[in-house]
């Protein structure tokens, strides 16, 4: 081993250890505290947004990215099934030295990812001019397969449904306690697809093009709902 690599380990080391007693002192309350208060009023995993938040996790891993433990933004609250399944395997783009999987606080996943509103099913976005996986989608499915997992596509199944049943409702009925119920499960939805109807192909399907068109006025409310998390 190279005397670089082996300073590199030892201090990963010395940073797991530190971590490890940071996370069982009291003064690390605050920052959990804070981390589940990002994750939303269900506390669902910055990641899969399928279970409940129950650990912290380091984006760019402690080995050997020993730099980044106490690095605010490097923390997210996570579930244990994709911390499980997450490992050190994370990669950069060479031109900009930024990692290649999307950080689900500062970028929206939609930009890189396609979802199929039938089966519930993410896949990267086809780039022209060869009509190629997107990178940055393949390699965040790569680092969190947990993404592809049957419960969490059937999580996104159900949620699709409930919102395509309160949006028939609210559509063929236009009464005040269907366009409630309508807006309250865009409150509630948290699997993202909410934001995939607001802002992107989700809009084109029925019942959303239809209230856009009809109900200008709620589906603005929506679009702002959709952001408001
Ligand atoms: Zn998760």
Not at 102 to 123: F, H, K, S
Not at 168 to 195: C, I, M, P, Q, Y
Request: proline content about 7%; charged content about 30%; hydrophobic content about 35%.
């Amino acid at each position: 081993m190279l005397k670089a690599e082996q300073a590199g380990v030892s201090d990963s080391l010395a940073a797991r250890e530190e971590w490890k007693r940071f996370r069982n002192a009291k003064s690390s309350e605050p920052l959990i505290v804070e981390l589940r208060r990002m994750s939303g009023a269900t506390e669902r995993c910055a990641y899969c947004s399928d279970s409940l938040g129950a650990t912290v996790d380091h984006f760019l891993p402690i080995s050997p990215h020993f730099e980044h433990t106490f690095d605010w933004r490097n923390l997210y609250w996570i579930c244990d099934n994709c911390n499980r399944r997450k490992g050190a395997r994370i990669t950069f783009d060479p031109a900009t030295g930024q990692p290649l999987a999307i950080r689900p606080d500062r970028e929206c996943p939609w930009e890189y990812l396609y979802l199929d509103m039938e089966t519930g099913v993410i896949a990267p976005r086809m780039r022209p001019p060869m009509f190629e996986p997107d990178e940055r989608a393949a390699e965040t499915l790569r680092v969190l397969p947990v993404l592809g997992f049957e419960p969490v596509i059937e999580g996104r199944r159900r949620e699709i449904r409930r919102l395509r049943e309160v949006g028939n409702s609210a559509v063929t009925t236009r009464g005040t306690d269907e366009v409630r119920a309508l807006v309250l499960a865009f409150k509630e939805e948290h699997h993202g697809v909410k934001s995939w109807i607001a802002h992107h192909e989700g809009s084109d399907e029925s019942p959303w093009r239809e209230l856009k068109r009809q109900a200008p006025h709620l589906w603005r409310r929506l679009v702002i709902t959709s952001v408001s998390d």
